[in-house]
T-cell receptor, first 110, second 114 residues
């Protein structure tokens, strides 16, 4: 039973446009959410996070939105750059355990 | 440089031959964890450790063992590897248990069991 789900395995966008990556979760006890970015042959690296007391968190070109009632979060990248091409994982957890979504592979075309 | 290291990076072995993947962090983090990444499944937690001598099962612990005798090291042990343990493995650490703090990941170990 996946507690964190990413239903889009891949996304392709043009450079300069907005990328929107989506994530759903099932456990209403989760109260902190993170996005990680992963390049091939490297470990995941932390990108941005959001607490459930907020509905939006912004860091430069990256914004994460949280809709608690829908148990849904999204990552917006504006403007998208070719260097953003990577796999993006959303993640959350509780009681010392941690869960990742299956990832969305973003391809930003020049 | 703050980092998590894993060794080996690549390993090909045969069914039943015991192996250990080492993990070490130099950030004095209390929490450490092992994950495996498989296509379409993302990263799944195998085991985690809250501190020295404190370990517990994650989502997919079957066939794996861990130990935490020192704060910096958290080895993953496969006592009798099987082909379904062929995967990409990541070790991670964080100051305290996630999700409130980000985890720092090692570069990964690609294991093939034939």
């Amino acid at each position: 039973d996946q507690q964190v789900k990413q239903n889009s395995p891949s996304l392709s966008v043009q450079e300069g446009r907005i990328s929107i990556l989506n994530c759903d979760y099932t456990n209403s006890m989760f109260d902190y959410f993170l996005w990680y970015k992963k390049y091939p042959a490297e470990g995941p690296t932390f990108l941005i996070s959001i607490s459930s007391i907020k509905d939006k968190n912004e860091d430069g070109r990256f914004t994460v939105f949280l809709n608690k009632s829908a148990k849904h979060l999204s990552l917006h990248i504006v403007p998208s750059q070719p260097g953003d091409s990577a796999v993006y994982f959303c993640a959350s957890g509780g009681f010392n355990k941690f869960y990742f979504g299956s990832g969305t592979k973003l391809n930003v075309k020049p | 440089e703050a980092q998590v290291t894993q060794n080996p990076r690549y390993l090909i072995t045969v069914t039943g031959k015991k192996l250990t993947v080492t993990c070490s962090q130099n950030m004095n983090h209390e929490y450490m964890s092992w994950y495996r990444q498989d296509p379409g499944l993302g990263l799944r937690q195998i085991y985690y450790s809250m501190n020295v001598e404190v370990t517990d099962k994650g989502d997919v612990p079957e066939g794996y063992k861990v130990s935490r005798k020192e704060k910096r090291n958290f080895p993953l042990i496969l006592e009798s590897p099987s082909p379904n343990q062929t995967s990409l493995y990541f070790c991670a650490s964080s100051p305290t248990s996630p999700p409130t703090y980000e985890q720092y990941f090692g570069p990964g170990t690609r294991l093939t069991v034939t």
